[in-house]
């Protein structure tokens, strides 16, 4: 649900809008079953959440229910795997999947090639003229393996601390 909500949204905003659907629920995650009842136009309005990402958590509420996604069972799977299962799901694609593999599982060597601040960070970082591919990305991050997880958190890091353009 954290990386649905946090899709193209910078951490601030994304943690607001997780804080007020918390909310929503006295504070902690709502169960599949507690999103499905929730009539989506009200959650939508009270959270602040776009039409596509309600009807992306029901999706996965609905996954969840119908048995077509069993998120206890994911730990277990290799990353490859975890996401083939996450991605069946309207509204996760690799980003979503990749973010869930690092911050839910704490996954040790995963590298988000599709996301722009990590991207930002390593055109920075080595002083390259424009965004790296996915492949650029893929084979500069060789290296860092096995740990490209705390890579990404080095380089979103980074991307704080990175002086402005005037």
């Keep these: 649900m954290r990386s649905i909500v946090g899709q193209q ?10 804080g007020r659907l918390l909310e929503q629920f006295d504070g902690t995650p709502p169960t599949p079953e ?3 009842e929730r009539d989506p136009e009200e959650l939508r309005a009270a959270v602040g959440l776009s039409r596509a990402k309600v009807a992306f958590l029901r999706s996965l509420a609905e996954h969840v229910v119908g048995g077509d996604l069993d998120l206890n ?3 277990a799977l290799e990353d490859d795997e975890v996401i083939a299962e996450l991605v ?5 694609g690799e980003w979503s999947a990749h973010m869930f593999l690092m911050f839910q599982l704490k996954r040790p060597d995963v590298l988000a090639v599709g996301d722009l601040g ?3 960070a390593v055109e920075r970082a080595y002083g390259l003229p424009e965004l790296p591919s996915a492949a650029e990305l893929t084979e500069l991050a060789v290296p860092w393996r096995p ?3 705390p890579a990404c958190l080095l ?3 980074s991307l704080d ?3 402005t353009a005037a």
């Excluded at 949204?9 to 997780?18: D, G, N, T």
């Excluded at 069946?88 to 996760?92: A, Q």
């Design 9 to 18: 949204l910078s951490v601030r905003a994304a943690r607001a809008i997780y």
């Design 34 to 36: 507690q999103v499905l």
């Design 73 to 75: 069972r994911l730990d």
């Design 88 to 92: 069946t799901v309207k509204g996760i």
């Design 118 to 120: 990590i991207r930002r």
């Design 147 to 149: 740990h490209r997880t």
């Design 155 to 157: 380089l979103w890091h």
């Design 161 to 163: 601390n990175a002086p």
